[in-house]
């Protein structure tokens, strides 16, 4: 439990002369212990779907180098028709395979997350009611259910919604990355300069919005229980 005052982050637990704890990423993923199966299959079906939004624009590459043949023959007309209605035909199959596979994700994802937030109420609630009479005189009860509620479901999109978002980004980049150098590994080459400035930027952004989502968790406890106190 923390709060901000003078701008800074304190443990409503032990009194504001204790700086708030880090808690690892690993104990967050603890609660989604008992959804392994659901998140593995989320997993795999996410990587199909992103699998599938990559080829989709190479056979559609396809498709447009068959349609700029020269084309001279009757034979090889007949024959780029053919090529052209199987790449079409390929292209509607993954389009349907990953259409399946992005629900059966959503789902799965969604599912899990619900589970990881009713099981991280479930412990907190569990350990606030076992506190001393002397926490509740420093805590304001509005805090407590702004931390109980808000938080709580920021945590289980951490440790599921974003967590596969972040998935996603890392298997679509390395399989976009294996068709770049498989098709000009040169031109790959060259793009990939502009990653470290591009990485550097979105650390420190990322910091700043980590930041922001403190003070603004923060600020929202501290309003809950100012309108607790004046209803």
Sequence with gaps: MMHVENGLQSDLEHGDAVPAANVGFGRVLALAKPDTGKLILAT???????????????FGGKVIDIVS???QTPQQKDEAW??????ILYIFLIVIVASICTALQAWLFSSASERVVAR??????????????????????GELLSRLSEDTQIIKNAATTNLSEALRSLSTSVIGLA??????????L???VIVPAIFIAIHQFGRFLRELSHNTQSAAAVAASIAEVCW
């Design 69 to 71: 043949r020269d084309i």
């Design 179 to 188: 068709f770049m150098f498989a098709t000009s590994w040169k031109l790959t």
């Design 190 to 192: 060259l793009s990939l």
């Design 120 to 141: 991280l109420r479930n412990n907190l609630f569990s350990h606030l009611i076992h506190q001393e009479i002397a926490f509740f005189d420093i805590t304001r009860t």
């Design 44 to 58: 795999v079906a996410l990587l199909i779907a992103s699998t599938s939004s990559i080829l989709i624009p190479k």
């Design 82 to 87: 053919d090529e052209v209605k199987n790449t």
